[in-house]
């Protein structure tokens, strides 16, 4: 009887082999390690830390980690290489799938003020997710080599090491002079044109015989500041409000500014309903929680009817040293010049000149990673001085002010949701609700769509219709956009450019 079991359980071994356990192929998660990105006092320091981050990685113990040669390596056997500055999260999934990668992990490192401040992604390159993130830095006189492997260990959920470390937001950034001589020069160019305007732009404007009246407030807008004109904007049905952390922001949202990561300028050509109107904007950080933004907007018809220029200056501050409950928020705030003349053709026809002043403050929080949320007082207040040459009146006209209240969503790295609603602050004004989407392919095109509908408004069936396209060239973005509105003859097209310094 034994012997034949035994023979029994010799054939089942035969017939079904035990597999061998290879660790390295079935429980090693691969792993590839980009360089950091240096920032401060690191010349004689990056490499090392670069180094060490490998060592740290490797020392979890499920790994099979491949520095930054190997991945190079790897990518040019297929003839390709990994891009300079590749810390888009796209880009490193793009490396992590190319060299078949499970994981992938990036940032940056810090040194400054006897500190070392270390920021560190970790990537599931299968899920396209983000795994954890890390931001800390260590107390004055901390080696960086314990801070490194104070990131690493939190990065996998670890919070035992004893290294004194606090929250990092990121490296300083000191551009105090830019940021200070900029909002001179272009404020006091805007005031300088604005009063040169109004003082000799009416010249059968006579001040001794002048009446002065005020005018009363009217709630509904008509200056060329509340016209949607940058593409990706527009393409969104205008709901930019929850979005502004860009080039196209400054007219949308001061508090934004808080938010841009880089330099950027853009540029934009709008043809609409026989008005030529252009704008150009340029962005900065001027400390790491101080952001600021200025714009020239010009709106004139083709005969120069009327003309409208404005000078904007935003600035913004993000509260980042807060509990750790609360996730960061920024204010802002948007000073505007206006100057604006009219050329009446006809006897009957008005013409006269205009100077104006106007405010618009702002908020935007980051909830969290995907979710913000913001809102905006626009024209709070807007006051123009007008010399009227067709009555012979002068007196001030306030403009009319809105608000503005939305949100955006990121479902994962290339959904992008949206939602804005203007609320009534006067009784001509209506609800205003609109929506867009943005879905990114192969990280070079994005394709957009909107909708805006008045609500509870006299006109009745009055949607606006968009959509746009959007072309990435590494340094500069090419976007368009198109609006149709049921209740107009006249479609709206927009371009507009964004470069990256």
């Not at 590749?86 to 992590?96: A, N, S």
């Not at 551009?175 to 909002?183: A, M, T």
């Not at 003082?199 to 009446?211: C, D, H, K, Q, T």
Request: aromatic residues 12%; glycine residues 10%.
């Amino acid at each position: 009887m034994k012997s034949i079991l035994v023979c029994i359980t010799i054939t089942v071994f035969i017939a079904f082999p035990v597999p061998a356990q290879n660790k390295t192929e079935s429980n090693r998660i691969r792993i590839g390690i980009l360089n950091l990105d240096g920032f401060g006092d690191i010349s004689n320091v990056i490499e090392n830390a670069n180094d060490k981050l490998v060592m740290n990685i490797r020392d979890v113990g499920f790994y099979d980690a491949y520095d930054y040669r190997s991945l190079q390596n790897a990518m040019k056997k297929i003839g390709k290489g990994i891009p300079e500055h590749c810390r888009d999260p796209r880009c490193v999934l793009d490396v992590g799938n190319t060299t078949r990668m499970d994981r992938m992990l990036y940032g940056s490192f810090e040194m400054s003020d006897n500190r070392c401040g270390i920021s560190l992604t970790l990537i599931d390159v299968v899920r396209r997710e983000n795994i954890q993130v890390v931001n800390i830095q260590g107390a004055p006189g901390v080696p960086y080599a314990d801070v490194l492997r104070a990131a690493v260990a939190r990065l996998h959920g670890s919070l035992a090491d004893s290294t004194k470390v606090t929250l990092y937001h990121g490296p300083k950034v000191h551009n105090e002079k830019q940021f200070l001589y900029s909002g001179i020069g272009l404020g006091g160019s805007g005031l300088l044109y604005g009063v040169i305007n109004y003082v000799i732009g009416s010249r059968n404007f006579n001040p001794l015989e002048a009446e002065y009246v005020d005018d009363e407030l009217a709630s509904l807008g008509s200056s060329a500041a509340m016209i949607p004109l940058f593409a990706r904007p527009a393409a969104l049905a205008n709901a930019y409000v929850a979005a502004s952390d860009d080039a196209y922001g400054v007219l949308y949202n001061p508090a934004g500014m808080a938010w841009v990561r880089r330099p950027e300028a853009a540029a934009v050509y709008q043809f609409r309903f026989g008005i030529d109107n252009i704008a150009a904007t340029y962005v900065n950080k001027a400390t790491r929680e101080i952001g600021f933004g200025h714009a020239l907007l010009y709106s004139a018809d083709r005969d120069h009817l009327m003309t409208e220029l404005y000078f904007v200056s935003a600035v913004a501050y993000k509260f980042i040293h807060l509990p750790s409950f609360i996730r960061p928020f920024s204010l802002g705030a948007s000073l505007k010049v206006a100057s604006t003349r009219v050329k009446g053709t006809m006897e009957d026809s008005p013409s006269g000149t205009a100077l104006g002043i106007g405010l618009d403050l702002g908020f935007l929080w980051e909830i969290n990673d995907q979710i913000r949320y913001g809102f905006l007082f626009k024209n709070l207040p807007l006051l123009n001085r007008w010399k009227n040459e067709s009555t012979n009146k002068s007196y001030f006209e306030p403009g009319a002010a809105t608000l503005h209240m939305g949100g955006s969503f990121k479902a994962g790295y290339t959904t992008f949701l949206i939602a804005e609603g203007q609320i009534p602050l006067g009784k001509e004004q209506a609800w205003v609700m609109s929506g867009g989407i943005e879905q990114e392919i192969f990280r070079v095109i994005f394709i957009r769509a909107g909708l805006q509908k008045e609500i509870f408004s006299e006109i009745k069936n009055a949607w606006k219709v968009t959509s746009g396209f959007g072309i990435n060239f590494n340094k500069f973005i090419l976007d368009g956009s198109y609006e149709y509105n049921t209740n107009k003859m006249f479609d709206v097209i927009n371009v507009s450019l964004k470069i990256g310094i």
